[in-house]
Nanobody, 125 residues
Framework: QVQLVESGGGLVQAGGSLRLSCAAS????????LGWFRQAPGKEREFVSA????????YYSASAKGRFTISRDNAKNTVYLQMNSLKPEDTAVYLC??????????????????WGQGTQVTVSS
């Protein structure tokens, strides 16, 4: 049973930084993609970033590129999302997700099968 547990959310002022963590368990993720999505009140869930478990491949949404960095620690089975230069519009519940096994060029494309519960990020102006 795949489990994804997020942590690291909180309240931060605009321009600040946060690092989110996603602890993954329940299987071997070597052929999987781990990703981050977010959902703000009244809005649809939005893709943020994804990373392959076994290669350095990463992918970012336009809003995340240049400000957010996704990384992983395979020894800890953990994926991180470093968020810098945060804006009030980044306020949302951030969810970790997993997809796999992956084989082709659509490795970062939804749908993702497994989801965490989410962690709240609030950016004040």
């Amino acid at each position: 049973q795949v489990q994804l547990v997020e942590s690291g959310g909180g309240l931060v002022q605009a321009g600040g930084s946060l690092r989110l963590s996603c602890a993954a368990s329940g299987r071997t993720f070597s052929t999987y993609t781990l990703g981050w999505f977010r959902q703000a009140p009244g809005k649809e869930r939005e893709f943020v970033s994804a990373i392959k478990w076994s290669t350095p491949s990463t992918y970012y949404s336009a809003s995340a590129k240049g400000r957010f960095t996704i990384s992983r620690d395979n020894a800890k089975n953990t994926v991180y999302l470093q968020m810098n230069s945060l804006k009030p519009e980044d306020t949302a519940v951030y969810l970790c997700a997993a997809k796999g096994p992956i084989y082709g060029s659509d490795w970062y494309v939804p749908p993702f099968q497994y989801w965490g519960q989410g962690t709240q990020v609030t950016v004040s102006s």
